[in-house]
């Protein structure tokens, strides 16, 4: 079967999901995310929005992906951060 009639795997529908609703291409399934101060995971989509699994959890949130949110790269850094007492020039995607 050609690659172009392969179906998506559950990674790239998220892409695929995030830059049509979003515009966010850098954003990952399994990516760390902390919103309104409390860490989480993202897990999927729900509708535009986040699905994430916020630690000690074991369901799924509905979250906007830009209202006080901070995304973290595999080294734990920061890579974006949309809350609003984010310092000036370092509110959005960074990395």
Known sequence: MPASERPLTAG???IEDMVRM???????LGM????DGKPGTIRG????????VFKGQHFRSNC????ETRYFNTRGEVIADYRANAKPGE????E
Do not use: I, S
Request: glycine content about 14%; proline content about 3%.
């Open 91 to 94: 509110r959005g995607y960074a």
């Open 22 to 28: 979003r515009g966010m291409d850098w954003v990952r």
């Open 32 to 35: 760390q995310v902390e919103v």
């Open 12 to 14: 790239q529908k998220f």
């Open 64 to 67: 906007h992906p830009t209202w």
């Open 45 to 52: 989509t729900h509708g535009g929005n986040l699905a994430v």
